[in-house]
């Protein structure tokens, strides 16, 4: 097993996969990864059992908690992205297995902007555009409320928008929450995480900026 890490603002040790593609620096309070090439965490929608399905990829650097959070919470980092090639992203990732995950990315769009984007899987994964950043930099947030998830970016890390509310199937007894960093298609990027904080606090309202 590999060893855990403590992540400053994390409310239990991370366990990396790879572990040594992941690096914490304690006194800034980040974590940065080295994506590695053709990574990903992705099911096409357009597979199934024929021949031309394409492969699920789940090959993306994790830092998952070694718990599940309980109860509602608000799990939020900036993410900076050394963008090489199209879908190079930094994910704020919430896991249950491999086919039950969701990803809310801060990543390159084919058009080589950086884009907010989130991906839902269950059993195959769904694929949302939101807007285009004009920095190398985000702020990305995950909240449970109640058996809800929902998505927030923001540009200063004040004011909130929405990206999607969703749920899985009701049961969040086994969702852990963390990080992954991808390259699809380029030879890999570094990601930073920093203002990594969590709250175990229910988000009162999702819609007004806060």
């Known amino acids: 097993m590999a060893d855990q890490l403590i992540v400053p603002g994390m409310p239990s040790p991370l366990v990396p996969s790879p572990e040594e593609l992941w690096r ?8 940065t990864v080295s994506a590695q090439p053709r990574t990903d ?14 492969e699920p990829v789940l090959n993306a650097a994790t830092l998952l908690g ?14 900076s992205v050394a963008f090489a090639a199209t879908f190079d992203a930094g994910v704020l990732l919430i896991w249950r297995d491999e086919r039950c995950w969701g990803k809310l ?22 694929d949302a555009n939101a807007f285009v950043v004009a920095d190398r930099s985000v ?4 909240s449970r409320i109640g058996r809800v998830y929902a998505y927030h970016a923001s540009l200063d890390g004040r004011t909130w928008q ?12 086994r969702d852990r929450i963390g990080f992954a960093g991808q390259s699809p298609t380029g030879e890999g990027c570094d990601v930073t995480f920093d203002n990594i904080n969590f709250r175990p606090e229910r988000l009162a309202d999702l819609r007004d900026g806060s």
């Open 162 to 173: 929405l990206i999607r509310v969703f749920s899985f199937d009701g049961d969040t007894a």
């Open 24 to 31: 914490v620096d304690e006194g800034a309070g980040a974590v």
């Open 105 to 126: 990315c801060f990543e390159f769009s084919p058009e080589a902007e950086p884009m907010i984007v989130s991906v839902i899987c269950r059993g195959v994964a769904d």
């Open 41 to 54: 965490i992705f099911i096409d929608p357009s597979g199934g059992a024929g021949q031309d399905a394409p």
């Open 66 to 79: 070694d718990l599940p959070p309980e109860g509602d919470f608000q799990f939020s980092a900036r993410v």
């Open 139 to 142: 702020w990305l947030r995950v």
